[in-house]
């Protein structure tokens, strides 16, 4: 498109200023013959401006509040993946509810079978659903005491 | 409004926008109509059209990099929607332009707002039959006022071939009235 130069731009927007709207409506209506509904651009207008200037800005949700909520998330997602499927877990599972117990028993006894990896720790996963979130700790709890701490103080 | 360069700096200020925006909605508003009522026929999609075009305006006024001046760029865009809307309707019933015209054609003779006697509707008769750029040229010179320089914007084509199609459109209607007038 062609840049149009200020002096110019500036008169035609003048003249175009003074082109009647009157004029407009008189060739549109009497020798065009289209007509438009009584106070038509008066509600018109009003329609345009409730959709534009009168709209009400849209609540904005705060990113670093989304992003705590999905860190919070991840956390407890972590949290539960280590506690479940974390090998040494498995001295501790007089603490795992029975329902979990037995797919891990069951992986035990398989001699950790890989073809029935798959299905067992979709089972772990849908069960673990069920284990309650005081449970978890507990058994991070243990994890760390019977674990961590007794490695760290027989290796000593 | 003193002339457009002040007024484009109020209207690209966030602070004065609105004000300025319902200015721009007094002073382009009628003219947009009508310019968009020609392509579009009936007052029903005139008025939507209008609508989407003053939306565009309003959600673009932050981009406008002042290429052209403001009065071809509202137009540009009122035409462009306007085409917007004939292609959404090209699409949903399978016809070509031609068709669509004469559909309108047939839809503006049962238009409670066309006033129009029979000289007037054969005269948008004679249009309709004319290829759809040649029409809008026509129509934006005779009956919008534009300036040839600024149709040459709206339309991006030179303005030779506007200033050609538009004597081209002239010469076609006089030889039908004549026509007319003659089996009368």
Same mark, same amino acid.
């Given at each position: 498109?062609?840049?149009?130069?200020?002096?110019?731009?500036?008169?035609?927007?003048?003249?175009?200023?003074?082109?009647?709207?009157?004029?407009?409506?008189?060739?549109?209506?009497?020798?065009?013959?289209?007509?438009?509904?009584?106070?038509?651009?008066?509600?018109?207008? #009003? !329609? /345009? =401006?409730?959709?534009?200037?009168?709209?009400?800005?849209?609540? &904005?949700?705060?990113?670093?509040?989304?992003? %705590?909520?999905?860190?919070?998330?991840?956390?407890?997602?972590?949290?539960?993946?280590?506690?479940?499927?974390?090998?040494?877990?498995?001295?501790?599972?007089?603490?795992?509810?029975?329902?979990?117990?037995?797919?891990?028993?069951?992986?035990?006894?398989?001699?950790?079978?890989?073809?029935?990896?798959?299905?067992?720790? #979709? !089972? /772990? =996963?849908?069960?673990?659903?069920?284990?309650?979130?005081?449970? &978890?700790?507990?058994?991070?709890?243990?994890? %760390?005491?019977?674990?961590?701490?007794?490695?760290?103080?027989?290796?000593? | 409004?003193?002339?457009?360069?002040?007024?484009?700096?109020?209207?690209?200020?966030?602070?004065?926008?609105?004000?300025?925006?319902?200015?721009?909605?007094?002073?382009?508003?009628?003219?947009?109509?009508?310019?968009?009522?020609?392509?579009?026929?009936?007052?029903?999609?005139?008025?939507?059209?209008?609508?989407?075009?003053?939306?565009?305006?309003?959600?673009?006024?932050?981009?406008?990099?002042?290429?052209?001046?403001?009065?071809?760029?509202?137009?540009?865009?009122?035409?462009?929607?306007?085409?917007?809307?004939?292609?959404?309707?090209?699409?949903?019933?399978?016809?070509?332009?031609?068709?669509?015209?004469?559909?309108?054609?047939?839809?503006?003779?049962?238009?409670?707002?066309?006033?129009?006697?029979?000289?007037?509707?054969?005269?948008?008769?004679?249009?309709?039959?004319?290829?759809?750029?040649?029409?809008?040229?026509?129509?934006?010179?005779?009956?919008?006022?534009?300036?040839?320089?600024?149709?040459?914007?709206?339309?991006?084509?030179?303005?030779?071939?506007?200033?050609?199609?538009?004597?081209?459109?002239?010469?076609?209607?006089?030889?039908?009235?004549?026509?007319?007038?003659?089996?009368?």
């Amino acid at each position: 498109m062609k840049k149009v130069n200020k002096d110019t731009a500036r008169n035609n927007f003048n003249s175009n200023e003074n082109l009647e709207v009157k004029k407009l409506h008189k060739i549109h209506t009497e020798d065009l013959g289209i007509d438009v509904p009584e106070g038509y651009f008066s509600i018109s207008k #009003n !329609d /345009i =401006l409730e959709k534009t200037v009168n709209q009400k800005p849209i609540g &904005v949700v705060s990113i670093f509040r989304k992003k %705590i909520v999905w860190m919070v998330a991840a956390s407890i997602l972590l949290l539960v993946s280590i506690s479940v499927f974390t090998p040494n877990n498995f001295l501790s599972l007089k603490k795992i509810p029975e329902i979990v117990s037995d797919s891990v028993i069951k992986l035990k006894n398989d001699k950790l079978n890989f073809e029935n990896i798959t299905s067992i720790q #979709n !089972d /772990i =996963l849908i069960t673990s659903l069920f284990v309650d979130d005081d449970e &978890v700790e507990e058994l991070v709890d243990n994890y %760390i005491i019977e674990e961590l701490i007794y490695d760290e103080v027989l290796s000593n | 409004m003193k002339n457009e360069i002040e007024f484009i700096k109020k209207l690209l200020n966030t602070k004065q926008r609105d004000k300025a925006f319902k200015e721009l909605l007094n002073l382009y508003q009628e003219r947009l109509y009508w310019h968009i009522r020609k392509i579009v026929l009936t007052h029903e999609d005139a008025n939507d059209v209008m609508q989407n075009t003053f939306l565009r305006v309003y959600k673009s006024l932050p981009n406008f990099k002042q290429k052209s001046s403001l009065h071809t760029w509202m137009y540009r865009i009122a035409y462009n929607e306007s085409l917007r809307f004939i292609e959404k309707n090209k699409k949903r019933l399978n016809i070509s332009f031609s068709e669509i015209e004469n559909t309108y054609l047939n839809s503006l003779e049962g238009d409670s707002f066309f006033n129009g006697d029979e000289v007037q509707l054969k005269l948008q008769s004679i249009l309709s039959e004319i290829p759809e750029k040649q029409l809008r040229i026509f129509q934006m010179k005779y009956y919008d006022d534009l300036k040839f320089s600024e149709i040459e914007e709206i339309l991006s084509i030179k303005i030779g071939t506007i200033k050609s199609s538009y004597y081209k459109t002239v010469k076609h209607i006089e030889k039908n009235i004549v026509q007319i007038e003659l089996l009368s």
